[in-house]
């Protein structure tokens, strides 16, 4: 998975369980599955899985943090609203230092950074327009992300420096989907589901 640089993320969202899936660009199979058996909101960490039947542990996700196999921190993200400037995104990658995340373009930077984003920012404006956020510091390129237009929540990831942790990215994707996203199946089962089981 550490090898992948550009990817497409898909959800599947469940009662009883929830699956991200990871397509690497222009490929039909997944390359890695993100999973846990719950809902989207149950308190327990995604597990990340790799290999050919994606049945090889590569580590734990949560929406603030990444993990490896053997439970070790990779980093954290963190995601602070603001009103009239860009949300504060940072990705603290350990052997990597602090990246920031701000939008990328003039639709992104237009509806989540000015006085606009309180009409643009709901749940028309996910499915009309996309989102792109841009992670980098002096130090690293980084990489690119984005919640692509549409009623369902998709995204797109694409690395630019290869020493970014993929699992991080995935924590970073899953803050996004909390606190950042709409997705009415998403929704749906939130309502209806029990956030101890899982």
Not at 76 to 92: C, I, S
Not at 172 to 196: E, G, H, I, M, W
């Amino acid at each position: 998975m550490q090898s992948l640089d550009s990817f497409t993320v898909t959800a599947e969202y469940g009662r009883s369980h929830t699956t991200f899936l990871l397509h690497p660009a222009g490929q039909r199979e997944p390359a890695a599955r993100m999973h846990k058996d719950g809902a989207y909101e149950t308190r327990y960490p995604f597990r990340v899985y790799t290999g050919a039947g994606l049945d090889e542990l590569a580590g734990y996700v949560t929406e603030f943090a990444a993990m490896t196999a053997e439970r070790v921190e990779v980093g954290t993200v963190r995601h602070r609203e603001r009103t009239l400037r860009p949300d504060d995104w940072t990705f603290t990658q350990h052997d990597l230092g602090v990246l920031c995340g701000l939008p990328e373009g003039s639709g992104s930077r237009l509806r989540h950074s000015s006085p606009l984003r309180m009409v643009l920012g709901h749940s028309w404006g996910d499915a009309l327009f996309s989102y792109r956020l841009r992670f980098r510091s002096a130090e690293s390129a980084g990489f690119a992300f984005a919640r692509l237009a549409g009623v369902r929540a998709r995204y797109t990831v694409t690395v630019h420096d290869p020493r970014v942790s993929r699992l991080l990215v995935l924590a970073c994707v899953t803050q996004f989907n909390t606190y950042a996203a709409t997705d009415p199946r998403k929704s749906a089962v939130d309502l209806t589901a029990n956030p101890l089981r899982g």
